[in-house]
């Protein structure tokens, strides 16, 4: 079964850009594996608090990143 997990800084993102995301993996792990997999591919849009995430041992938040989350959606 296909899977992709995607995680984005909580609301930067809006339910019409996640449906987007959804389509699109699923449209390219079909194309890439066959229509087949099309009912068992997995599409998981996850929101993460900000500051609930990191990189190279540093936690980041969209204030140190200089974004913000108005600007993103």
Do not use: C, Q
Not at 7 to 30: L, S
Not at 35 to 45: A, C, D, F, I, K
């Amino acid at each position: 079964m296909p899977f992709a997990n995607f995680k984005f800084p909580e609301g930067i993102i809006d339910a019409a850009r996640k449906e987007e995301i959804i389509h699109r993996t699923t449209a390219m792990f079909v194309e890439y594996f066959g229509e087949g997999v099309r009912p068992y591919t997995m599409v998981l849009v996850e929101e993460v608090t900000d500051g609930g995430w990191g990189r190279a041992d540093e936690t980041l938040t969209l204030e140190k990143m200089g974004i913000s989350s108005t600007s993103l959606k």
